[in-house]
């Protein structure tokens, strides 16, 4: 049988300010992913401001994984992360400054 | 059906557990991938913007392995892994996975299925009241012009606004159908939408729960329908049945691209500001051909 690879879409059309995440996404089955961030809309004020990919023991409370990209700067840019070895949840996590706003697309996209 | 058929399938564990019609049309087992089944997207034309903000809040689904903070991994009813249905962290929050099919012959069909659901264990109480709802739809249309588009619901309604209910319900109605975007060919509603959902006749049902919100107990559910006539027949949840023969799903004017199709929904719909888990394992449908 072909290895199972499956691409889950967590955050759509979502405007993110302030502290934000996308949904705790249970991706246990995986052996690796990359998660892509993309900018749908122009960024407000996101500067280097970069998210973190977090994981949990529990989908209930998360830690940085080690892993992070730069936020986007520009409608459209992408930005991604691999990442390996996260136990049994994944999420994005970033802490916007004041007055900044980004609207993405959060996508992961997992191998067995 | 044969004997032969019928004892074949009763020799082979993974479908002994389920009273399939004469034709399996899919036997979904989450350990083998998710199966076709992904989350519903709403409609939206030119910008994403336009889709139904009832829409806008659902996400993917899951491979579970129904795991728990306090007691590790529970597992599916075989196997290890379970479809997870999740809504948002927000007291009236649904979410909808799906699985788009059309179908070949017009007759009765049968879907049956394994579920379970749980409120997120943010909080070391029992929790029972947390989660609203679990439920299933068909989205059908009839093969030819002049039918019509047609909806069957059925939810179990374990909690409103605190209350500990634990009913069964159906829907006739969804929101007025509206265009969306410029071309002419797009168009949303919300057959989902909190309003107009009814009373099953005798549909009070108390289900298995467990001690804390992290055990969970599997039940056993199967829904009869008629593709011809367009009509509910019977549903079973457990060890009760119910006569569907008086109870009518969403009518609509069939839809010009729509023709034939055999869509099946899963949804979860969260009663407090935590997260709904609505678990699937596994989905046997089946059809009279």
Redesign the interface.
């Known amino acids: 049988m072909l290895p ?1 690879n ?1 691409t ?3 955050a ?2 979502e405007t993110w300010t302030g502290k934000s995440a996308s ?7 995986a052996r690796e992913a990359i998660v892509f961030l993309r900018a ?1 809309d122009a960024p407000r004020r996101i500067g280097r401001t970069r998210a973190r990919i977090e994981i949990s ?4 409370r998360w830690v940085p994984s080690g892993a992070s990209f730069a936020m986007p700067t520009r409608r459209d840019q992408v930005a991604f992360a691999p990442v390996s070895h996260f136990g ?1 949840w994944l999420r994005v996590a970033v802490d916007l400054p004041r007055g900044a706003s980004a609207k993405v697309l959060v996508t992961i996209h997992m191998k067995a | 059906m044969s004997d032969m058929l019928r004892d074949l399938r009763l020799a082979d564990p993974a479908l002994s557990r389920f009273d399939p019609m004469r034709r399996i049309i899919c036997l979904d087992d989450f350990d083998r991938g998710f199966c076709g089944w992904t989350q519903l997207v709403g409609n939206y034309e030119h910008t994403l913007d336009s889709m139904n903000p009832s829409y806008q809040q659902h996400t993917q689904p899951q491979l579970s392995t129904v795991t728990h903070w306090d007691n590790g991994t529970h597992g599916g009813w075989d196997g290890t892994y379970a479809l997870k249905v999740q809504t948002r962290p927000r007291k009236g929050a649904r979410n909808v996975a799906i699985k788009r099919l059309t179908f070949r012959r017009p007759c009765p069909i049968r879907l049956e299925f394994y579920f379970t659901f749980k409120p997120e264990a943010t909080e070391l109480r029992l929790s029972e009241t947390d989660v609203r709802s679990v439920g299933f739809l068909y989205d059908l249309q009839d093969p030819a012009e002049g039918g019509h588009r047609v909806m069957p619901h059925i939810r179990f309604l374990n909690a409103l606004d605190g209350k500990h209910l634990q009913k069964w319900q159906f829907k006739r109605v969804t929101t007025e159908v509206k265009p969306l975007g410029t071309e002419g060919k797009t168009v949303t509603h919300d057959h989902l939408a909190p309003d107009g959902w009814e009373d099953l006749p005798g549909g009070h049902q108390k289900l298995c729960y467990n001690e804390i919100p992290t055990k969970v107990n599997w039940h056993y559910a199967r829904f009869d329908f008629d593709l011809a006539a367009m009509r509910m027949l019977e549903f079973q949840c457990n060890d009760r049945v119910y006569d569907l023969s008086g109870v009518g799903p969403i009518v609509m004017p069939a839809m010009r691209n729509l023709w034939c199709m055999l869509n099946i929904a899963f949804f979860a719909e969260t009663d407090a500001d935590k997260r709904a888990l609505s678990y699937i394992d596994s989905v046997c449908l089946s059809g009279e051909f």
Do not use: F, I, K, S
């Not at chain 1, 023991?57 to 209930?60: A, K, M, N, S, V």
């Open positions: 199972h499956a889950a879409v967590v759509r059309n949904e705790p996404y249970e991706c246990g089955w749908l023991p529990d989908g209930l049994n």
